[in-house]
Each structure stands twice: as C-alpha cells, then as structure tokens.
C-alpha cells in the first residue's frame, strides 16, 4: 500500500507562488477540509521554540491553517505540551510566555495558546495501544479531548532520534511529562572516568539526582528524569548519552506516537516543513546553522509516509561544508547520520510501520506550480 504526499517547494516569482499561499494551496490538495466539521475543537499542534531558537514555523504560516479550519466553522487552538528539561517551557504559564515572544499571540496566529498538559504536566489519559514496549501510554488530556487535530512539524536532526518529524512531534509533543519520563527511562546519562569532582553537575540537576563521592560525580539513578541537564553542565563533557539504548528509545517514542493518534482515525493531517533544517531539536536555546538548503513543505494523512518523503528528500540535497554536517555531504547520501552518526533515523520509520502507525512507500505529489 502506497500514501500520497504532497509537495511544494519554495520558488517564487509572483504573489501567487508566495509561502503563504502554498499553505494553503496544500491544505486543500490533500483535501484536510474533510478531517473538521463544523464547531469542532482543532488542535494545531506546534512547537514554540525554546526561548534563544528561531528555526521553529513561522506563526504567520501557522495563521493560514488557523485561519483555514475557522472558515469550515470549526474552533482551532495552537497547543504544545510542557517539557521534561528545565526550560522556559518546563510549566505553562512560561510556555506560553516564550509562545508569545515567539509571535504566536492571538493577533499573529489568529487563535488561543492551550497547553495540553496543564499546569504541570498533570493533565494526561491513559492511552491502550498493547505493544511492545508500552501496553498504555500517557497522552496529554487536551490531544486525547480535541476532535481533530492538524500537526505541523519543523523536519530537521536530532541527537537522540536522528531526526525530528512528524512522528517525534505526536510522540514527544503530545506526551504528558510523566509519558516524556518512560520514554526517556532507557537513556539516562553515564558519567565517564576523569570527573574533576567540581560539582557543576550537581548544582545543575533540579531533580537532586546527583551527588559526590570519593571518585567523583555519581549518578542517582532512580531519581533520574533524564532531562540531560548535566550533560550541558558538565564543563570538561564527561557525562554522555547512553547510545547503547537508543534503538529502545526510538521505538519507544514511536509507540508514544500511536498512543496520540489513537482515538482519532480519519480526522488528522501532518505538515512538515523542510527549511531551517538545522542538526538539532528546536527545544535548545539556539539554532545551529541548516546542514542543506531549503527545500519546501510536505503534507499528508500518513505520519510514517510523510517522514519517509521528508528524509529522502534531505538526503537528495547537497549538504553544507560550513555545518555541523561533518560526512555524508553528497546527493544521495544520509544526512542526518553525516551528523548523529550514532543513531539511525531509521528506525522511526520501519517501527512506525511494523506498529501500523503508517506506510513506507508513497506517492509523491509535486503541486509547486
């Protein structure tokens, strides 16, 4: 079986061909108007950009699929979920503030801020999916509540997944803190030989996880959360990612990512937007520069199809010198394991597919001009 996804690259010569319009012009080719009803609550699910990022999607953009589900009656929020990390969006009311100086108020996005898991993270419903790693899983109340839902996805790399899409956005994004734990329990920190024992680690970790000892730094395991704030911490870079479970942990937030389309066949569609397409997760206070050129946006009702097209399509670029891209800068070649060449992005896609989350083949759908 083969999905359709449907492109547009970005080349522009009149008003006609503008990104704005594009959007648009997606929306109603992949024919989303038939995923809402009238007075529908829709969530448009996003991600805001940790304060210090700019590669998040541009709100004006967002407005016009905003602007496209209020012309079918329905009733759109933008939405996000809290984060496991101790950042400016780590509880609602400063998620929202970073949203706002993000542009995503009401007068640019044209629709409410609610964050999915309340306050703290302690708004979530368990969620049936009985596989492998998960026989329930921890959505966000709000997802779960919406009667549809529109998902759009900044599509670049990832330390932990390879590469962040789609499926890392209804993972991750639509997950409560306490799911964004399990997912995470597989990978906490090790701390390698030579700590110094100057104790920024400990004075780093919000959860007190951490203390000295005689030899050094040690790790309080089951107090772990895994937010990674002492690897950032760590001045001589001697606490590391436990790259032995990755694979788990893809599978794992795969498995997140059924669990939040589950109660809702028939009334979602994913965007991914191929620009800014820098190494990283926009949940770091900065943006790196992009490791391949602008390429346009993809659409589709397949998650795992939709992340397919969007990683072929990366790896039909040629990639920058003057990146993070350190191997792989060939057409052709795998761009996202030219950066995090410890992870295979990979695994996303076939587990998304064995799970039944979606289809590796596709029809691509060229609609640019």
Known sequence: MRSDVYFTDFRSRTDEDNKINKVKKLFEAAKFNNLIKEDELVAVKLHF??????????????RQIVDKIASLGAKPFITDTNTLYYGSRHNSPTHIKTA???????????????????????????????????????????IVSADSMIVMSHFKGHEMAGFGG????????????????????????IILEGCTSCGTCIESCPEKAMQMTENGAEMIYDRCIACNNCIFACSNSLIKLDWGNMNEFIEKMTEYALGAV????????????????????????????????????????????????????????????????????????DKFKGIWDMVDGHVQLRYGREIGLGNLKYDLIDISH
């Not at 890392?168 to 306490?178: H, Y």
């Not at 520069?289 to 990366?314: E, F, M, T």
């Open 166 to 189: 789609t499926i890392k956005n209804l993972a991750m994004g639509c997950a409560a803190i306490p799911g964004k734990i399990e997912q995470h329990a597989c990978v906490k920190p």
């Open 49 to 62: 950009g940790e304060e210090g990022n700019d590669s998040y999607i541009s709100p004006v953009l967002v």
């Open 262 to 333: 589950k109660n809702k066949k028939g009334k979602i569609g994913y965007m991914n937007f191929l620009m800014n397409i820098t190494p990283d997760c926009d949940c770091l206070p900065w943006s790196d520069s992009p490791i391949v050129p602008d390429i346009g946006i993809l659409v589709s009702d397949d998650p795992v199809a939709l992340d397919a097209a969007s990683y072929d399509l990366v790896n039909h670029q040629r990639g920058f010198k003057d990146s993070l891209l350190h191997q792989n800068h060939l057409e052709g070649e």
């Open 100 to 142: 706002v100086l993000h542009g995503f108020d009401y007068a640019v996005s044209g629709a409410p801020i609610i964050i999915a898991d309340g306050l703290r993270g302690e708004n979530w419903n368990n969620v049936e999916i009985k596989q492998k790693h998960f026989e329930n899983v921890m959505i966000a109340g709000d």
